[in-house]
């Protein structure tokens, strides 16, 4: 099995990418379900980390290697810089989505203010847009 990524003891494989993505679908359901039910902090949270996990997805599929662990800001820009920008795999309407939706998270979780109603409707549009969007383009890197 190629490992893409590993730091310390812990090595990912390419079959990691189908337990990343339940991990994703997983937050995606929850962001769906929080924002029903009115809780729009933790649906923003939840959004973001749906798209977070279904990048790293995207990454070991594309054999883009971590070797300091799936760090968000490492993600994220290989996530844009190459995949989107470098090898066209993915819409340029997804560039600016997981920078959106951590500012979101950071409200939701670090912020005395609260995500709106708006904020947290539109960050689950755009999470499933996303990880639709890795969905979709399966194992073809």
């Given at each position: 099995?190629?490992?893409v990524?590993?730091?310390?003891?812990?090595?990912?494989?390419?079959?990691d990418?189908?337990?990343?993505?339940?991990?994703?679908?997983?937050?995606?359901?929850?962001?769906q379900?929080?924002?029903?039910?009115?809780?729009?902090?933790?649906?923003?949270?939840?959004?973001?980390?749906?798209?977070?996990?279904?990048?790293?997805?995207?990454?070991?599929?594309?054999?883009?290697?971590?070797?300091s662990?799936?760090?968000?800001?490492?993600?994220?820009?290989?996530?844009?810089?190459?995949l989107?920008?470098?090898?066209?795999?993915?819409?340029?309407?997804?560039?600016?989505v997981?920078?959106?939706?951590?500012?979101?998270?950071?409200?939701?979780?670090?912020?005395s203010?609260?995500?709106?109603?708006?904020?947290?409707?539109?960050?689950?549009?755009?999470?499933?847009?996303?990880?639709?969007?890795?969905?979709?383009?399966?194992?073809?890197?």
């Open positions: 099995m190629e490992v990524a590993e730091w310390g003891e812990w090595r990912c494989t390419i079959s990418a189908e337990d990343y993505l339940a991990k994703a679908l997983e937050n995606l359901a929850a962001a379900s929080d924002q029903t039910a009115g809780r729009y902090n933790t649906c923003a949270s939840r959004a973001y980390y749906a798209c977070f996990l279904a990048a790293i997805v995207a990454l070991i599929r594309a054999d883009l290697r971590a070797t662990g799936w760090r968000h800001d490492f993600v994220a820009s290989r996530f844009v810089g190459v989107i920008g470098q090898r066209h795999l993915y819409d340029r309407e997804l560039r600016g997981l920078s959106d939706l951590i500012h979101n998270r950071h409200i939701a979780d670090y912020a203010r609260s995500v709106s109603k708006s904020r947290a409707e539109s960050a689950v549009r755009a999470a499933i847009r996303f990880v639709e969007a890795v969905q979709r383009r399966g194992s073809r890197q």
